[in-house]
């Protein structure tokens, strides 16, 4: 709603500024996207549908929590009594969005170093090595951001549930349905959560896909949050009957490295860890359990934006480094051998020159030998095979014998000369 109230005012602003005889917004934000020129006409993107939904429209229209789980965090929220709720869940709101990530080691030994050069250069500071440690640690505690891990016992569960139910359910409903719309084939069958919290995660994938998935894993280091997020699955009791069946929690990731799910959310956790090493780490661990999609979900701050495209960063230059492993090896059957079969394998790199190609041969014989290939002597077909070739490949000539090579390669129509 607020999206659309800044529409308007942004609309009204253009058209003011038109009266007064200026451009447009519109036409000035032209030149931003030179690239752009028109439309994709040629792939009828449109069909019969209007311009206001059109297939690249992917935002969701308002998200409303299920009437199931609101009534069941309702429910809880009047059973626990808490005093003053509405400014706790403010408190915690505000503390959760001012959050900042957590000053790594190397950053705060270079914050010191440069401190202790600071107060070096004031001739005024007497210079004992105590004081000015002193001085340099109460700099950094006065400039340095102090970050705390939040433990989630019962109360603040409740307090966090109140708090972030509803944004956590919206957010991650809005990523399933960009590969609902993107992917409708797509139908799942299993899903992890990784700081499930208060389970929103499960909640908005049945409301999802909820006729193919058959398996949810909520993982969460905190005990109380996994028995909320049950109570809140079974109407706000510990013995009702689950919104949602095939709901598994569990405190701790699957040890099993072979065991992967179609989709792995991680929602507002990364942000939870106290080093950017326990992150990667992290990141990594999922990656490795997602068989189709991995879903990060951060605060819109900066430090929540860094967060992802760290991660994305991580995963998308993460490409294992190509070993090249030498190797001999001999394969022998009973029987003729085949002439279909009898050409020669490639030993060595292959030397691609210009307009010639060097390739070191094992011949049937058992001989090695040494052919350098042109297009005008050996024919086109021939030499693309060369240049295509690669060391313990059979290149598809028929090498002469031992006893046939010639005496200089100049006479050699192959161009083949004796190496072994």
Known sequence: MATARGLRHLLTCSRWRRGRGEAPQSRALAAVVPGVSQVDNNSDFLGKRPHRRHPGILHLPCVEVPPALAAAAQSLLLESSMPNVEKQVQALTNYLWSRRLPVEPEELQRRAVHLEEKFLENPDLLQVEEKLREAVLRALRKTTYHWQELSYHESLSLVYMAARLDGGFAAVSRAFHEIRARVPEFQPQTLMDFGSG??????????????????????????????????????????????????????????????????????????????????????????????????????????????????????????KKQKEEKFSMVILARGSPEEANRWPRITQPVLKRPRHVHCHLCCPDGHMQHAVITARQHGRDLYRCARVSSWGDLLPVITPSESELPLSPAEDPLGVDKEA
């Open 198 to 319: 208060t389970g929103s995660v499960t909640w908005a994938a049945h409301s999802a896909w909820g006729q193919s998935l058959r398996e949810y894993m909520c993982v969460d280091s905190s005990a109380a949050m996994l028995v909320l997020a049950e109570k809140l699955l079974k109407g706000g009791s510990e013995s009702g009957e689950p919104y949602v069946p095939g709901v598994f929690f569990r405190r701790f990731l699957p040890v099993s490295p072979k065991v992967q799910f179609d989709v792995v959310v991680s929602a507002f956790s990364l942000s939870e860890l106290p080093s950017k090493a326990d992150r990667t780490e992290l990141v990594q661990t999922l990656w490795r359990k997602t068989s189709h999609f991995l879903i990060l979900v951060e605060n819109g701050t900066k430090a929540g934006h860094c967060l992802l495209m760290d991660a994305r960063d991580l995963v998308l230059k993460n490409k």
